[in-house]
Structure formats: C-alpha cells, structure tokens
C-alpha cells in the first residue's frame, strides 16, 4: 500500500484528547495492533529533586508544530514500513494534573512490525524538533521547561 | 530594505512582552547578522538568545541561513513539548 493511502492525523488542540475518535481514524481493515503512547501531567515529581506541580501552560508555534509533526510521522514511515496509521496530537493551555498532553500513537497489522519503537520513537522525535513549550506553575511559582536538542538547519 | 516579522514563544515571548515586532533589515543579512542587531537593540535579552533555536518561514535556519525578503522568523528556546 502506498503511504498517501493511509491515514495520518497530526494536531495541535485545545479541547480533550479523544482516544477513541483518534484511534478510530488510524484504523484499517487491515489493522491488528495499535500502540499508543499518552504524556500526562505529573503532580508530583519523585525522580531527581522531589516536586509538586499545580499545572502545566503549553503552547505552540501551531503552523510550524502541524509541518514538524507531519514530518516526524514521515520520518516514522521511513524507518517501519509496516506501520499504517499515525496519529500525532499536543493538547496546549492550561493542564492540570492527571491530565493527557500528548498523544502518538502507530497503527500496524501485527505488534511485532515495530509499531511499538515507532510510537516511542515518534514521541521522542515530538520532544526534539516539534516547536511547543510547557511552563511548569507550582505553589513557589513557574518556570518554562526548556529542552536539551538544537535541531540543525532543515531538520 | 527587507521588512521581516519575528515571532516569540515561551521565556523568549515573556521577556520580550510581545508576541511580534516588525524589523526593517538591510538586504542579504544573515541570521548571525540579525542576531547582532536585536541584541544591540535589545540587550537584555543577552541571556535568553544563547540557547535561541531559530526558525526561517516555519524551517530551522543555522547562523548562516541568508534571510528572504518578508521572511517570518521565530524566536524560541529548545523545544520541550509531550
């Protein structure tokens, strides 16, 4: 099947998640497994200095997350042929904890296709070049979270 | 004069308390060129245009990406979006 033939749903929200609706997009006659991968606002932090966090504020350079995000599931399709539906969704605003942020997730006929390094793939790929920021606000105060990857020029 | 709208996002956007500004730049600038001329206009945003990430109509440009005329051009930190 050729890639313009299945389905590819990338989006920048304001509005809830909705797994089922996605899920049901990125669904083929063809497909047997699914692999999605969810962020979620933490409220408290145990790893490294231990942490509260009131909530969340995302935001997005939208027209340019939407072409990164496109990108990253066609850099997806590259490298796992068998995967047939991507979904890639970032929720913004204000998000409170045990909230979804962040959706990936990969659709494929059979769950040994690689579908499930494709879903942490497209996630670990979202972290690195798609343009969206989250300040983390707790009772002390706020400070925007800023990541560690400098994309190269065309990336 | 090439008249180019710059776009800031997340701790870049905060302390520059706006969204946009408007620059007018001379021809053939590169965006090293555009850097050193924000940061003579701006200088005390010194310390958050060292880990800028810089964005040419929606692409990322490095230091010697040439600026086109009208270009749009987003101003941010590393991404850290999920």
């Known amino acids: ?12 929200i304001e509005d809830e998640i909705d797994l089922n609706v996605l899920l ?18 933490r409220g408290e932090t145990k790893r490294g200095e231990e942490r509260q966090t009131e909530y969340l ?3 997005a350079y939208i027209p340019m997350a939407e ?7 066609d850099e997806i399709r590259a490298q796992w042929s068998a995967v047939e539906g991507i979904a890639i969704v970032q929720r913004i605003g204000k998000l409170y904890p045990k909230t979804p942020t962040v959706l990936i997730a990969c659709t494929a006929a059979h769950r040994d296709t690689g579908v499930f390094e494709a879903a942490r793939y497209g996630i670990d790929r979202l972290k690195e070049i798609v343009p969206i920021w989250k300040k983390e606000v707790s009772p002390d105060g706020g400070f925007w979270v800023e990541g560690e990857y400098a994309p190269k020029a065309g990336e | ?7 800031f ?40 245009m060292k880990s800028v ?20 051009i987003g101003l941010f930190p590393p991404v850290s979006g999920g």
Request: aromatic share 8%.
């Open chain 1, 57 to 59: 504020e995302y935001e």
């Open chain 2, 9 to 48: 996002f997340a701790a870049l956007r905060e302390r520059m308390g706006t969204r946009t500004l408007d620059l007018d730049l001379p021809a053939d600038l590169t965006i090293r060129g555009l850097k050193d001329k924000f940061l003579d206009e701006y200088p005390e945003m010194s310390e958050s």
């Open chain 1, 24 to 41: 049901a997009r990125i669904t083929l006659v063809s497909t047997g497994a699914a692999a999605i991968f969810t962020g979620i606002v």
């Open chain 2, 1 to 7: 004069m090439n008249r180019v709208k710059l776009l």
């Open chain 1, 1 to 12: 099947m050729q890639s313009y033939d299945l389905p590819t749903v990338f989006a920048i």
């Open chain 1, 67 to 73: 072409e990164k995000m496109k990108q990253v599931a």
């Open chain 2, 53 to 72: 990430l810089v964005a040419v109509n929606r692409e990322y440009a490095s230091d010697e990406t040439l600026i086109p005329l009208n270009a749009e």
